[in-house]
């Protein structure tokens, strides 16, 4: 029996797919680019658990990409409330920002602003439905 979710499936992974390629095209590993976005989401400052619970990655793989990219330059860290730790970007993680992660946000928002608003709203509601159902039906599992 054919799936719509089966071809719903190779289609997340296309998409997948071209966001790993172009973090390599940008000099960049999956997890920091995960990193640059919630940065440029929540801002300069957020604490770093904020990165793994987002984007599903793991708190080693997450904690091990932020450590490379303090290394480099591009991040520093601050003590937070309790056990949290805010980052922060360098002036050389905001040139990063610029070059990497804001390249790819404004070719999602041309595509986005190319669909008429009812397209827009639906493409929303639809994806918010099917995530939020999928996630409480996969809890028992």
Not at 4 to 13: T, V
Not at 105 to 112: H, K, L, Q, R, Y
Request: hydrophobic share 35%; with cysteine.
């Amino acid at each position: 029996m054919y799936s719509a979710f089966k071809e719903f499936y190779n289609l997340l992974s296309q998409v997948n797919s071209v966001y790993h390629d172009a973090a390599l095209k940008l000099g960049l590993t999956d997890s920091e680019l995960d990193i640059l976005y919630s940065l440029n989401e929540h801002g300069s400052g957020c604490n770093q658990s904020i990165f793994y619970k987002e984007t599903g990655t793991t708190k080693s793989t997450i904690n091990s990409a932020v450590r490379r990219m303090e290394q480099a330059g591009y991040l520093y860290l601050k003590p937070g409330t309790g056990r949290n730790t805010c980052v922060f970007l360098t002036e050389k993680g905001e040139e990063l920002m610029k070059n990497t992660a804001h390249r790819l946000i404004s070719i999602e928002n041309a595509i986005f602003e190319s669909w008429s608003p009812e397209e827009q709203q639906l493409f929303m509601k639809l994806n918010r439905d099917f995530a939020a159902k999928f996630t409480e039906e996969t809890k028992a599992l």
